[in-house]
């Protein structure tokens, strides 16, 4: 908090991106600001009570502690980005909504349950449309070849490494 | 595992699960098992983001990234993402990938760095990372460049190595490398004034061009969103744009005309095209002034605050708000619909719109404006009153044209939202009522017809019984009528019954409280008929628990009791009085306080005609200042202690009415209605008051020395005057003679203390404690224990046995002796300022171990403060555990027993020892009460 509290960049900064159930369950959270541990589950904590209590049809962004934390509701799920007093606030919804778009194109029809199986899949993919904050990639199609693209190094790696498993295995037997 | 956790029903239950885990976990990470690691971190993220702690898997991380194949690297860099933060500095290992091959290694290096990277790493890779921005892929350019963003961040003075290499990337077609080369062309404006004119100079033009490239692009669907091609990059183009515009005419010159197209061509019927014209509209302010342009985007604004989204309705606020300073009047238009915005029923969008109404608030529509909020108070929320009403009394007391209106507007906020409204405002209010002479009878009136539909709201409550205690006969007798106002019958008693309903009322704290028994002391004197009714409402708060009331009620009953001589002579004098009080309160301690001018407070001491007064200013000024007479400050200042000055006694020990640090003012407030009736020359006191109790105030210094050098030459004739007034003749200070005491008493021991001083040597103190057994039975291995402050310094001499007979046959003593290194020293201070003159300094800071305070001096006694650190318990105390306490070279014996084994017990025995305390009060000597900072609430 201490060094970005007073951010005046005028360039659009996502601080963190935290995913929560309605239940108020974590799904995935990723800071591009240090925060500290502790501050993390207070931050989570706070925006918890002040975004799953707002009725629907509000506007999707809360005021605090001198940022903005724009939300929006799939489903059973909260996807929160905070950016700063200044950034534009329409525009991390559009980001929120690229991103969901995005999942949903590489699950096919995303659901909470996929999140959470695959949360390290919904972190990579997240890697690839942010970096630092800042707006990485603008078109889910680039996004899912990436994606796909590396998917497939770990398979390749997955494969050789069982079958050379398999050879030592028929090796010592 | 997720699925066992899942499966989980309680907290309980996942915890089990969760602590198997990690202790599987740890274990693989002993055998430094490599098969499953990367499964094995997987599941720790998965426990982390549950909230549980993982860093015991930190090394893990580094592990797999250090390890050769792209899953485990990729698994690895995630867990580094997620459990690390920049703070841990193991991320050195992480670099060496920056310079791998394939690609996508590098890639998730770039992304780590440019996620958690510390400074020091940023400036080690900045080469490194300023290479990579030329990649020849693409997509590790796009990271490279983000990256440089968060280094350039971290380290501002690298900036100039990267102006070159991120203007090549506003030539690239590539939107993601193109949108990132443009943030961090951004930044870089941002950062360095050079990187600034060299992007205006060399790439504006493109940039423009690039932006109407963009807008005329025909549909594409790998970047269409809602029909428009990549609206990301329109808002980062945008934003660029801005920043060059700002402040250089011919760039804003060269980008007018295609903000002019995206202002008027973008489609406004979803989210994406929105948020590019709320961009645009944005940069369009900023840049430089373009007159058509501006009319275009406050338009879009209008446009959008009469849009059915909410979102789109909170943007148009936030941006309006921007606005105001640039074209107030354009923004003046919408008022209407930023009113209706107030009373929006979602709060983020009534918090933006208060704000704006706020700015939007000048003279000429301040009337209608805040009629509108307060109409709309009494509907709103609860939680969102809090806001309003410091919004409508900021705006009210700024902008208010005529006192009346004021009163009236302030009337309705306090019968509406009392509870609300900060101290500062209703002190403000009192002001302002005191100084509308004219409005006195008005405003005493309204408030008596508020406070019958609105006794709820407390500060209405504080405000009406204050200014019935000032003004009761004007209510009475419908002094100063105005011609708008419906008469009302209200007798004497009626306006009794309105203080009565305020003290009893359970909901009252101990201010309000506290102001009604001045209040009823008032009222005692302006309305004879009904002087014994008011005794009797103050009688029962002799037995109040809470001191500060207390000690009111027993002063004020003594005053109506048993000194008719002088409050016969009080009532007469007590029209001139309030006049005279009100300006001297004006002048002396509300400078600024209030929209009031203000008057130079030195003059005033000197400014009352009659002849008592300067004396009686003295006597006051005594009786405030002599508990810091300080071993400099002459001897006449103890002197003056010495002899009975009652009514100065009570006047500052109502004074020390309000026991908040902020409550300065009222305890002015309190300070000038608990004396009038005591003398009439309250005037200066209040004045030289508050000046010694508020170094804030400017005229603090000028006005205590003028005052205290009048103290020093008049010295003599007050004292002759002060015999006569007092009631009783002075019996203490008459030297060093100790009395014994008993400190203790039970059925089945007694303790005796003995005082004595060495001569020459009034440090000490050697009390000689005396033990007597009451009881049958013999006491064996009797050892007794004493405990002072940290100031004082204890000797315990032996026992002469630790047998004690029985049945009183015998005794043993054991001497104590007593060091005071503050003796002579200024023991009580004056006002808020003094805690620490005791001997503990910075009280905030370090709290001893436990601290001692002198809060009233009576003939038998010292009252005492005792503040526990760690409970931050304040309590009564009577003096015997901690036997002596030295003040003026006297020793103060007190007769109460206190022993505690808990703090309810404590509880217990100050409520007992303040009970016991009331045969004393009245026969005080004088009274120092120490005004803390944090007074109990019971």
Same mark, same amino acid.
């Given at each position: 908090?201490?060094?970005?509290?007073?951010?005046?960049?005028?360039?659009?900064?996502?601080?963190?991106?935290?995913?929560?159930?309605?239940?108020?369950?974590?799904?995935?959270?990723?800071?591009?600001?240090?925060?500290?541990?502790?501050?993390?589950?207070?931050?989570?904590?706070?925006?918890?009570?002040?975004?799953?209590?707002?009725?629907?049809?509000?506007?999707?962004?809360?005021?605090?502690?001198?940022?903005?934390?724009?939300?929006?509701?799939?489903?059973?799920?909260?996807?929160?980005?905070?950016?700063?007093?200044?950034?534009?606030?329409?525009?991390?919804?559009?980001?929120?909504?690229?991103?969901?778009?995005?999942?949903?194109?590489?699950?096919?029809?995303?659901?909470?349950?996929?999140?959470?199986?695959?949360?390290?899949?919904?972190?990579?993919?997240?890697?690839?449309?942010?970096?630092?904050?800042? =707006?990485?990639?603008?078109?889910?199609?680039?996004?899912?070849?990436?994606?796909?693209?590396?998917?497939? =190094?770990?398979?390749?790696?997955?494969?050789?490494?069982?079958?050379?498993?398999?050879?030592?295995?028929?090796?010592?037997? | 595992?997720?699925?066992?956790? +899942?499966?989980?029903?309680?907290?309980?239950?996942?915890?089990?699960?969760?602590?198997?885990?990690?202790?599987? &976990?740890?274990?693989?990470?002993?055998?430094?098992?490599?098969?499953?690691?990367?499964?094995?971190?997987?599941?720790?993220?998965?426990?982390?983001?549950?909230?549980?702690?993982?860093?015991?898997?930190?090394?893990?991380?580094?592990?797999?990234?250090?390890?050769?194949?792209?899953?485990?690297?990729?698994?690895?860099?995630?867990?580094?993402?997620?459990?690390?933060?920049?703070?841990?500095?193991?991320?050195?290992?992480?670099?060496?990938? !920056?310079?791998?091959?394939?690609?996508?290694?590098?890639?998730?290096?770039?992304?780590?760095?440019?996620?958690?990277?510390?400074?020091?790493?940023?400036?080690?890779?900045?080469?490194?990372?300023?290479?990579?921005?030329?990649?020849?892929?693409?997509?590790?350019?796009?990271?490279?460049?983000?990256?440089?963003?968060?280094?350039?961040?971290?380290?501002?003075?690298?900036?100039?190595?990267?102006?070159?290499?991120?203007?090549?990337?506003?030539?690239?077609?590539?939107?993601?490398?193109?949108?990132?080369?443009?943030?961090?062309?951004?930044?870089?404006?941002?950062?360095?004034?050079?990187?600034?004119?060299?992007?205006?100079?060399?790439?504006?033009?493109?940039?423009?061009?690039?932006?109407?490239?963009?807008?005329? #692009?025909?549909?594409?669907?790998?970047?269409?969103?809602?029909?428009?091609?990549?609206?990301?990059?329109?808002?980062?183009?945008?934003?660029?744009?801005?920043?060059?515009?700002?402040?250089?005419?011919?760039?804003?010159?060269?980008?007018?005309?295609?903000?002019?197209?995206?202002?008027?061509?973008?489609? #406004?019927?979803?989210?994406?095209?929105?948020?590019?014209?709320?961009?645009?509209?944005?940069?369009?302010?900023?840049?430089?002034?373009?007159?058509?342009?501006?009319?275009?985007?406050?338009?879009?604004?209008?446009?959008?605050?009469?849009?059915?989204?909410?979102?789109?309705?909170?943007?148009? !606020?936030?941006?309006?708000?921007?606005?105001?300073?640039?074209?107030?009047?354009?923004?003046?238009?919408?008022?209407? /619909?930023?009113?209706?915005?107030?009373?929006?029923?979602?709060?983020?969008?009534?918090? +933006?719109?208060?704000?704006?109404?706020?700015?939007?608030?000048?003279?000429?529509?301040?009337?209608?404006?805040?009629?509108?909020?307060?109409?709309?108070?009494?509907?709103?929320?609860?939680?969102?009153?809090?806001?309003?009403?410091?919004?409508?009394?900021?705006?009210?007391?700024?902008?208010?044209?005529?006192?009346?209106?004021?009163?009236?507007?302030?009337?309705?906020?306090?019968?509406?939202?009392?509870?609300?409204?900060?101290?500062?405002?209703?002190?403000?209010?009192?002001?302002?009522?005191?100084?509308?002479?004219?409005?006195?009878?008005?405003?005493?009136?309204?408030?008596?017809?508020?406070?019958?539909?609105?006794?709820?709201?407390?500060?209405?409550?504080?405000?009406?019984?204050?200014?019935?205690?000032?003004?009761?006969?004007?209510?009475?007798?419908?002094?100063?009528?105005?011609?708008?106002?419906?008469? &009302?019958?209200?007798?004497?008693?009626?306006?009794?019954?309105?203080?009565?309903?305020?003290?009893?009322?359970?909901?009252?704290?101990?201010?309000?409280?506290?102001?009604?028994?001045?209040?009823?002391?008032?009222?005692?004197? +302006?309305?004879?008929?009904?002087?014994?009714?008011?005794?009797?409402?103050?009688?029962?708060?002799?037995? #109040?628990?809470?001191?500060?009331?207390?000690?009111?009620?027993?002063?004020?009953?003594?005053?109506?009791?048993?000194?008719?001589?002088?409050?016969? /002579?009080?009532?007469?004098?007590?029209?001139?009085?309030?006049?005279?009080?009100?300006?001297?309160?004006?002048?002396?301690?509300?400078?600024?306080?209030?929209?009031?001018?203000?008057?130079?407070?030195?003059?005033?001491?000197?400014?009352?005609?009659?002849?008592?007064?300067?004396?009686?200013?003295?006597?006051? !000024? #005594?009786?405030?200042?002599?508990?810091?007479?300080?071993?400099?400050?002459?001897?006449?200042?103890?002197?003056?202690?010495?002899?009975?000055?009652?009514?100065?006694?009570?006047?500052?020990?109502?004074?020390?009415?309000?026991?908040?640090?902020?409550?300065?003012?009222?305890?002015?407030?309190?300070?000038?209605?608990?004396?009038?009736?005591?003398?009439?020359?309250?005037?200066?006191?209040?004045?030289?008051?508050?000046?010694?109790?508020?170094?804030?105030?400017?005229?603090?210094?000028?006005?205590?020395?003028?005052?205290?050098?009048?103290?020093?030459?008049?010295?003599?004739?007050?004292?002759?005057?002060?015999?006569?007034?007092?009631?009783?003749?002075?019996?203490?200070?008459?030297?060093?003679?100790?009395?014994?005491?008993?400190?203790?008493?039970?059925?089945?021991?007694?303790?005796?203390?003995?005082?004595?001083?060495?001569?020459?040597?009034?440090?000490?103190?050697?009390?000689?404690?005396?033990?007597?057994?009451?009881?049958?039975?013999?006491?064996?291995?009797?050892?007794?224990?004493?405990?002072?402050?940290?100031?004082?310094?204890?000797?315990?001499?032996?026992?002469?046995?630790?047998?004690?007979?029985?049945?009183?046959?015998?005794?043993?003593?054991?001497?104590?002796?007593?060091?005071?290194?503050?003796?002579?020293?200024?023991?009580?201070?004056?006002?808020?300022?003094?805690?620490?003159?005791?001997?503990?300094?910075?009280?905030?800071?370090?709290?001893?171990?436990?601290?001692?305070?002198?809060?009233?001096?009576?003939?038998?006694?010292?009252?005492?403060?005792?503040?526990?650190?760690?409970?931050?318990?304040?309590?009564?105390?009577?003096? /015997?555990? &901690?036997?002596?306490?030295?003040?003026?070279?006297?020793?103060?014996?007190?007769?109460?027993?206190?022993?505690?084994?808990?703090?309810?017990?404590?509880?217990?025995?100050?409520?007992?020892?303040?009970?016991?305390?009331?045969?004393?009060?009245?026969?005080?000597?004088? &009274?120092?009460?120490?005004?803390?900072?944090?007074?109990?609430?019971?």
């Amino acid at each position: 908090m201490e060094e970005h509290g007073n951010t005046v960049y005028g360039n659009q900064q996502i601080q963190f991106v935290i995913l929560i159930s309605r239940q108020g369950k974590v799904r995935l959270t990723k800071w591009y600001s240090p925060y500290s541990q502790k501050e993390r589950s207070k931050i989570i904590r706070e925006l918890n009570g002040l975004i799953i209590s707002r009725a629907p049809k509000l506007c999707n962004f809360v005021e605090w502690r001198g940022f903005k934390v724009v939300y929006k509701r799939y489903a059973s799920l909260y996807f929160c980005m905070c950016n700063d007093e200044e950034d534009n606030e329409l525009e991390t919804l559009t980001i929120i909504h690229h991103y969901v778009e995005t999942l949903d194109r590489y699950f096919g029809s995303v659901c909470e349950l996929d999140l959470i199986f695959n949360f390290h899949k919904a972190y990579f993919i997240l890697d690839e449309i942010l970096l630092a904050g800042g =707006l990485q990639e603008t078109s889910k199609r680039t996004t899912l070849r990436l994606i796909n693209a590396q998917e497939d =190094l770990v398979e390749t790696a997955k494969m050789e490494a069982s079958s050379l498993s398999n050879i030592i295995a028929q090796a010592t037997k | 595992m997720i699925r066992a956790i +899942r499966a989980c029903k309680t907290a309980a239950e996942e915890r089990a699960v969760v602590r198997k885990e990690c202790a599987a &976990i740890r274990a693989a990470i002993n055998e430094n098992d490599t098969d499953y690691r990367h499964r094995n971190l997987a599941k720790l993220m998965f426990i982390h983001m549950l909230g549980y702690p993982t860093h015991f898997g930190q090394m893990e991380c580094l592990k797999l990234i250090a390890s050769p194949g792209f899953p485990e690297k990729r698994i690895g860099y995630l867990g580094l993402m997620l459990l690390l933060d920049e703070r841990q500095e193991v991320l050195m290992l992480v670099t060496n990938s !920056l310079k791998q091959y394939p690609v996508y290694i590098v890639g998730l290096a770039l992304c780590a760095l440019g996620n958690i990277c510390s400074a020091e790493m940023a400036r080690d890779l900045a080469p490194e990372v300023e290479r990579l921005l030329q990649f020849r892929d693409p997509n590790i350019r796009k990271k490279a460049a983000l990256c440089s963003i968060r280094i350039l961040k971290k380290v501002p003075d690298l900036a100039e190595n990267f102006i070159n290499p991120a203007t090549a990337l506003l030539r690239e077609k590539h939107h993601g490398v193109l949108i990132t080369g443009v943030q961090l062309c951004t930044d870089l404006c941002k950062i360095s004034t050079e990187a600034l004119e060299n992007i205006r100079k060399k790439c504006t033009d493109g940039l423009v061009r690039t932006l109407k490239d963009l807008a005329n #692009s025909p549909y594409s669907p790998e970047y269409d969103i809602a029909g428009i091609t990549d609206p990301f990059l329109h808002i980062r183009l945008l934003k660029l744009l801005r920043v060059l515009g700002e402040g250089d005419a011919d760039a804003s010159d060269s980008m007018n005309d295609i903000l002019a197209q995206v202002a008027t061509k973008t489609e #406004s019927n979803k989210v994406a095209g929105n948020a590019i014209l709320y961009e645009c509209v944005q940069t369009i302010m900023s840049i430089e002034d373009n007159g058509g342009l501006r009319v275009l985007a406050i338009n879009i604004l209008g446009r959008f605050l009469s849009n059915r989204d909410n979102n789109i309705r909170y943007v148009a !606020l936030n941006m309006l708000m921007k606005a105001v300073t640039a074209d107030g009047q354009a923004v003046q238009r919408h008022r209407a /619909t930023i009113l209706e915005c107030v009373k929006d029923s979602d709060a983020s969008i009534r918090k +933006r719109a208060l704000e704006l109404v706020y700015v939007l608030v000048n003279d000429t529509n301040v009337k209608p404006l805040a009629k509108e909020l307060i109409d709309y108070l009494e509907v709103s929320d609860q939680d969102f009153r809090a806001d309003l009403t410091a919004k409508i009394c900021s705006i009210v007391a700024k902008f208010s044209p005529e006192k009346i209106w004021y009163i009236d507007q302030m009337l309705k906020v306090l019968s509406e939202a009392g509870n609300f409204v900060k101290d500062e405002v209703w002190y403000a209010l009192i002001v302002v009522i005191t100084n509308a002479s004219e409005l006195h009878g008005y405003t005493v009136r309204a408030l008596y017809r508020a406070f019958q539909t609105s006794a709820e709201q407390e500060t209405l409550v504080r405000v009406t019984v204050w200014c019935i205690g000032e003004y009761g006969d004007m209510l009475v007798h419908n002094v100063g009528m105005l011609d708008i106002e419906d008469p &009302i019958t209200v007798t004497e008693s009626d306006a009794v019954d309105i203080v009565e309903i305020a003290i009893n009322r359970h909901a009252s704290d101990l201010t309000t409280k506290a102001m009604a028994l001045v209040a009823l002391l008032k009222l005692s004197s +302006r309305f004879p008929s009904c002087s014994e009714r008011i005794r009797e409402i103050i009688v029962q708060f002799k037995g #109040s628990f809470v001191l500060e009331l207390q000690q009111r009620a027993i002063e004020f009953n003594a005053i109506i009791a048993k000194h008719q001589n002088i409050r016969s /002579t009080l009532v007469e004098r007590m029209p001139v009085l309030d006049e005279a009080a009100f300006i001297g309160r004006r002048a002396g301690s509300l400078p600024g306080a209030a929209s009031t001018t203000t008057v130079p407070s030195v003059s005033l001491p000197n400014g009352v005609a009659k002849p008592v007064a300067p004396l009686v200013d003295l006597l006051d !000024l #005594s009786s405030d200042d002599a508990p810091a007479p300080s071993s400099s400050g002459g001897d006449f200042l103890q002197d003056l202690l010495g002899v009975d000055l009652a009514p100065a006694s009570q006047q500052s020990g109502a004074g020390q009415a309000s026991k908040s640090g902020n409550d300065v003012l009222l305890d002015l407030l309190s300070i000038g209605s608990a004396s009038a009736p005591t003398s009439s020359s309250t005037v200066d006191i209040l004045s030289s008051d508050s000046s010694n109790k508020a170094p804030v105030l400017p005229l603090d210094d000028l006005s205590s020395v003028s005052l205290s050098s009048k103290a020093s030459s008049n010295a003599a004739p007050m004292m002759d005057l002060l015999d006569g007034f007092a009631p009783s003749p002075p019996t203490e200070n008459n030297g060093p003679v100790y009395p014994s005491i008993t400190a203790f008493e039970s059925n089945s021991l007694r303790l005796t203390f003995n005082f004595s001083k060495q001569p020459g040597n009034p440090q000490t103190t050697v009390i000689q404690a005396t033990f007597t057994n009451l009881t049958s039975n013999t006491y064996t291995d009797f050892v007794f224990q004493a405990a002072v402050p940290k100031f004082l310094q204890l000797h315990l001499d032996p026992a002469s046995s630790s047998t004690l007979p029985a049945a009183g046959n015998g005794s043993i003593t054991q001497n104590l002796k007593i060091t005071n290194s503050q003796h002579g020293k200024t023991i009580f201070g004056v006002g808020h300022s003094t805690l620490s003159e005791i001997g503990h300094n910075d009280l905030d800071s370090s709290i001893p171990s436990f601290s001692l305070f002198v809060l009233c001096e009576y003939d038998y006694g010292v009252h005492l403060l005792i503040l526990f650190p760690k409970t931050f318990m304040w309590f009564m105390y009577i003096s /015997t555990k &901690i036997f002596v306490y030295e003040c003026q070279s006297q020793i103060l014996p007190l007769k109460a027993s206190f022993r505690c084994r808990s703090i309810e017990e404590i509880v217990c025995s100050k409520l007992y020892a303040t009970l016991n305390m009331q045969n004393y009060v009245v026969q005080r000597k004088f &009274i120092r009460v120490k005004v803390c900072d944090v007074w109990p609430q019971y």
